[in-house]
């Protein structure tokens, strides 16, 4: 059984979909299992660690940090890749974020009730616009910029939007219709190549639907199947105690098969603003 308290996220509902077993091990059973997930280990960790650093620079920004001080933090990084991370971002990020009038809410949590569960979403960046229409940024620090279809196949791209208008009234002062609310995958890696998801009525319908089911089904539900499919397990820090090998798969593969979530969230930790 799941705890009450339980809230399902674009990670866990993720991680369930792409296997059950680690959804369960993971979240029901809470199992620490000493392993990598990619290796070599100090370059995932190094890059870890470059996209914590993008991110704070983004956000630091959005609250209004001037950007020459920015800039030289950037520049000044051991890393050099930080300093071109940087300049992309300046010269390619989104045109709404600097648009007249703008309102922008950086790392900022919201969560809606689906089927009974709570269902929380933490956004790197919302940009909404006098007009209500509202930019949902999510920072993509890929070593390569991941495939349209696998993007949209996320569940964060079901997630995101409809927990926006679900709860995003309460941030924002006004309900936000799906109709206004658009998705921008960004890539250090191809900065002017953002993936850019418009939402509407109908999506958010289908998405209500499937999440709704997904989540019913997860709690109901008393075994957690391995994959069948045994291409996550070289990623996956359960592989030996699932006995799907013992060595970590490279890095450079795992960014090229599946969209990369920068940072898990030990969302227990994080305090929402709606529910
Ligand atoms: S090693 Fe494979 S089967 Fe085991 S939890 Fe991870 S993905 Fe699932």
């Not at 999440?211 to 957690?224: E, P, R, W």
Request: proline fraction near 7%; glycine fraction near 4%.
């Amino acid at each position: 059984m799941l705890p009450e308290n339980f809230q399902f996220t674009q990670s866990n509902l993720q991680d369930y979909l792409t296997c059950p077993r680690r959804f369960d091990l993971r979240y029901r059973q809470r199992l620490q299992w000493p392993a990598v997930q990619t290796a070599p280990v100090q370059e995932s960790e190094r890059r870890m660690k470059l996209g914590s650093d993008f991110h704070y620079l983004a956000h630091q920004h959005a609250l209004g940090m001037p950007m020459p001080a920015l800039t030289a933090l950037a520049e000044n990084d051991p890393s050099p890749e930080l300093g071109a991370m940087w300049h992309s971002y300046l010269a390619h990020r989104p045109a709404e974020l600097s648009a007249d009038g703008v309102r922008l809410f950086p790392e900022v949590t919201l969560a809606t009730a689906l089927n009974g569960w709570r269902l929380a979403a933490k956004f790197d960046l919302l940009a909404a616009q006098p007009d209500g229409r509202v930019l949902i940024v999510d920072w993509k620090t890929n070593l390569r910029r991941p495939r349209s279809d696998r993007l949209r196949a996320r569940a964060q791209s079901r997630v995101y939007p409809l927990v926006l208008a679900k709860a995003g009234a309460s941030l924002l002062g006004q309900s936000v219709p799906a109709d206004a609310i658009t998705l921008e995958y960004w890539f250090t890696a191809a900065p002017a190549d953002p993936e850019i998801i418009s939402y509407g009525a109908p999506q958010l319908a289908a998405d209500e639907s499937f999440l709704a089911n997904l989540i019913g089904q997860i709690a109901a539900a008393d075994t957690f199947p391995l994959t069948d499919d045994t291409r996550p397990c070289r990623f996956c820090a359960f592989r030996s105690f699932c006995e799907r090998g013992d060595v970590a798969g490279p890095l450079d593969e795992f960014e090229d098969d599946f969209a990369f979530d920068d940072f898990d969230l030990d969302w227990e930790q994080v305090s929402e603003i709606e529910f």
